[in-house]
T-cell receptor, first 116, second 112 residues
Framework: QQQVKQSPQSLIVQKGGISIINCAYE??????FPWYQQFPGKGPALLIA?????SEKKEGRFTISFNKSAKQFSLHIMDSQPGDSATYFC???????????????FGQGTILTVHP | ETGVTQSPTHLIKTRGQQVTLRCSSQ?????VSWYQQALGQGPQFIFQ???????GRGNFPPRFSGLQFPNYSSELNVNALELDDSALYLC???????????FGDGTRLSIL
């Protein structure tokens, strides 16, 4: 069962443009939504994350928008740069601790290419 | 602060063999999770270790097993390797019950 659906599969943006990647989830028990950036030959690196008590979080050029009622969240990359060219993954997790554990459920990934 | 380190970086095995992958968690982290990332896909959760015990497993058969040591480092063992086991194996560490999880650069396993 695909619990986190990510779109688009690939995205081409011009330098200076805005990159937007979307994710939708099914499990309302999810309470942590990170975005990871992965370069070829490297592991995923945490970019930014949000919890459902806020609708938006901004860190530098990266912004997460969160819509709890629609069960959707998105990553916006402002002023996109060629160095941002990478694969981006959204993920979701239920609360951890006690008898539970915080496994991450990932989307399928979006390959972002930023042209100079 | 030392990040998550994994070894080896690359490994080639044949069908039916066994493999052991290793992970050192980020300093201060007591929980290790393992993920399998097939080419062009998102990582898939294998299992998580805390206090040297498995705490949760994804949809992987018992031939995938693990260990966690008192220093929080961990091993992933895969027996009876199959062609479909070819993937990038990622280790992530965290504090129990907390996010975020920080990933290593993985071990690329190729099965011939």
């Amino acid at each position: 069962q695909q619990q986190v659906k990510q779109s688009p599969q690939s995205l081409i943006v011009q330098k200076g443009g805005i990159s937007i990647i979307n994710c939708a989830y099914e499990n309302t028990a999810f309470d942590y939504f990170p975005w990871y950036q992965q370069f070829p030959g490297k592991g995923p690196a945490l970019l930014i994350a949000i919890r459902p008590d806020v609708s938006e979080k901004k860190e530098g050029r990266f912004t997460i928008s969160f819509n709890k009622s629609a069960k959707q969240f998105s990553l916006h990359i402002m002023d996109s740069q060629p160095g941002d060219s990478a694969t981006y993954f959204c993920a979701a997790s239920k609360p951890g601790g006690g008898t539970s554990y915080g496994k991450l459920t990932f989307g399928q990934g979006t390959i972002l290419t930023v042209h100079p | 602060e030392t990040g998550v380190t994994q070894s080896p970086t690359h490994l080639i095995k044949t069908r039916g063999q066994q493999v052991t992958l290793r992970c050192s968690s980020q300093s201060g982290h007591n929980t290790v999770s393992w993920y399998q990332q097939a080419l062009g896909q998102g990582p898939q959760f294998i299992f998580q270790y805390y206090r040297e015990e498995e705490n949760g497993r994804g949809n992987f058969p018992p031939r995938f097993s693990g260990l966690q040591f008192p220093n929080y480092s961990s091993e992933l063992n895969v027996n009876a390797l199959e062609l479909d086991d070819s993937a990038l194996y990622l280790c992530a560490s965290s504090l129990w019950g907390n996010q975020p999880q920080h990933f290593g650069d993985g071990t690329r396993l190729s099965i011939l």
